[in-house]
């Protein structure tokens, strides 16, 4: 790192390298120091600039997470500083913020979040709490992870080929015509295999709850010992139908290339 001092990034204990980077812009030294020194030993890389002048060097030299910054700052403010960031292209205007203001100053509140700010805080603070805010806002701005597509299913004897659409018993392939490897790929995707008729007719359809029902039996003489009595796919009384996978289910991420 560099020697300006301003530009320093925070000496801690080696962190992971998925360590979330936080750029802290205040110009007290003293809560810089501190909140620094709190944040490392929470598991945060921090870098700090004492104005939004190093501030924008620092985002044009390092990726960061989270940006925290002061309201009250020497030249331009925070909240002139929060209203450029939301103007520049992504990723920088989607960096989520957390702005320090002093107690008691609604009116700074309400223009930064005016301005794009995702939360604020007052000072002074208790560390504990602006480790909490920092990682509530870092949740917020985290799509929810999606598991890998699944690539297979197996029920009772029976393996299904999600990509493929083959559906074999041992080494035996079942015929299956379009429609039957189309449901069949429908009940895989369904959170818990559980499907209306609706669904299953692909939305409003001139399709008959009727013909549904008879597609299913069709596919029912394909998977079941037993059609009459279905172990795996079994009605659910007032809402439609239910593919049971009791055996192994492999994803994407799981296959090797």
């Not at 020697?3 to 998925?18: G, I, N, Q, V």
């Not at 120091?33 to 030993?41: G, N, V």
């Not at 301005?115 to 208790?126: Q, R």
Request: charged fraction near 30%.
């Amino acid at each position: 790192m560099t020697s300006d001092p301003a530009l320093t990034e925070a000496a801690a204990a080696p962190l992971r390298d998925e360590a979330d980077h936080i750029l802290l812009i205040d110009d007290d030294r003293r809560i810089r120091e501190l909140a620094s020194r709190y944040l490392i030993t929470q598991g945060f890389r921090v870098s700090t600039a004492a104005d939004t002048s190093e501030a924008r060097r620092m985002l044009d030299r390092f990726a960061f997470d989270l940006i925290i910054l002061d309201v009250m700052l020497p030249g331009e403010n925070g909240v002139a500083f929060a209203r450029w960031l939301r103007s520049q292209p992504p990723p920088t205007s989607a960096l989520p913020t957390l702005m320090l203001t002093a107690r008691g100053e609604p009116a700074d509140r309400v223009k930064g979040l005016e301005a794009g700010v995702d939360d604020y805080l007052a000072k002074p603070f208790d560390p504990r709490e602006l480790s909490l805010r920092i990682a509530a806002i870092l949740r917020r701005a985290r799509p929810l992870s999606q598991p890998a597509r699944l690539v297979s299913v197996t029920f009772g004897d029976l393996a299904f080929d999600i990509e493929r659409g083959e559906l074999r018993r041992g080494e035996e392939q079942i015929k299956l015509s379009e429609r039957e490897r189309d449901m069949l790929r429908q009940f895989c995707a369904a959170p818990d295999g559980t499907l209306s008729r609706e669904e299953l007719a692909g939305g409003p359809s001139d399709q008959t709850e009727r013909v549904i029902d008879v597609q299913v039996n069709r596919l029912r003489r394909k998977i079941e010992i037993d059609p009459a009595n279905p172990h795996y796919l079994q009605t659910v009384r007032g809402t439609g139908y239910r593919l049971v996978l009791d055996g192994e289910v492999t994803r994407a991420d799981q296959v090797r290339p």
